[in-house]
């Protein structure tokens, strides 16, 4: 089966009252789709941890949205728990995947990204017709079932990964389908929600970098630990790290980063350090 990828781009602001909605998912539901699934991913910009993948099915008999539901990196992290359990009753299947530290320095994020998202849809109790994707290229089709690359479109997968040999579904990838279509945002909270947990877990075992707060990402503390101590085992060591290159980061007295090599990364991060403080949510 061969894998076509679409680019359905829209400019929307990201707005605190923007919510999303299911008109999307519908059409294209409408259009032959029987199960949906929709995909986004965390933790593409960390330092440390894994980069997970949240999947959701939705189906003709979806129901309302879920109140409160938008984009996990616009809500707090009460408001995402609060989420959790409304989401998984109101789609037809759900599942989170992860690609490990270790896989990410082995082959390489973005094809981390596919592995994570495979094991998602793994995860799921039965196959779907057609995924959903948050973005502007497809990181979940192996390289083999992509369409030939272009100027406009340059290949992205630095290496193959073995995957199983079964038909992938069509992915439609749909720019900041996150705070578009309410399918993308309720799989993104359950992807956040998973990461955060595990990262809490993590920070038992590694205290010096307070994972239970920065969640892997680059704050100036968990800079200041690495220069301290250096990179634990779930860290990125294939990634510059500021242990490696002090001034990678910026001021190594504390200054926020002052360059990353991926702008999605940047964004992420801002969002989810506005959004993990404690009791306030995103400054927009």
């Known amino acids: 089966m061969t894998t076509a990828s679409r680019v359905l781009k829209v400019t929307l602001p990201a707005q605190a009252g923007h919510r999303p909605h299911l008109r999307v998912e519908k059409e294209l539901l409408r259009s032959g789709t029987s199960r949906l699934a929709a995909m986004d991913e965390v933790g593409r910009g960390a330092l440390a941890g894994p980069v997970t993948v949240g999947v959701v099915v939705v189906t003709t008999a979806v129901g309302r949205v879920p109140t409160g539901l938008r984009d996990s990196k616009l809500l707090t992290p009460a408001a995402r728990d609060a989420l959790v359990r409304p989401v998984r009753r109101w789609v037809a299947d759900w599942a989170v995947g992860h690609a490990s530290p270790a896989e990410i320095d082995t082959y390489g ?16 109790s039965g196959p779907v017709d057609a995924v959903l994707l948050d973005g502007s290229h497809d990181y979940l089709s192996t390289p083999s079932l992509l369409p030939p690359a272009d100027d406009d479109h340059p290949p992205l997968f630095e290496v193959q990964v073995e995957v199983p040999p079964c038909a992938e579904p069509p992915v439609h990838v749909r720019v900041k389908a996150d705070l578009t279509c309410a399918a993308v945002a309720g799989a993104s909270v359950l992807a956040k929600t998973e990461r955060d947990r595990l990262l809490v877990e993590l920070s038992a075992a590694y205290p010096q970098y307070n994972f239970a707060v920065n969640k892997g990402y680059g704050t100036p503390e968990h800079l200041a630990a690495l220069r301290t101590c250096g990179p634990s085992v779930v860290h990125r060591r294939s990634w510059r790290l500021p242990y490696e290159d002090p001034e990678l980061f910026g001021d190594p007295d504390g ?21 993990d403080q404690e009791g306030h949510g995103p400054r927009l």
């Open 109 to 124: 994020i973005i094809a981390a990204l596919r592995m994570a998202g495979q094991r998602a849809l793994a995860g799921l």
């Open 255 to 275: 200054g926020m980063l002052d360059r990353l090599e991926d702008d999605e990364a940047v964004i992420d991060l801002e969002r989810d350090l506005d959004c």
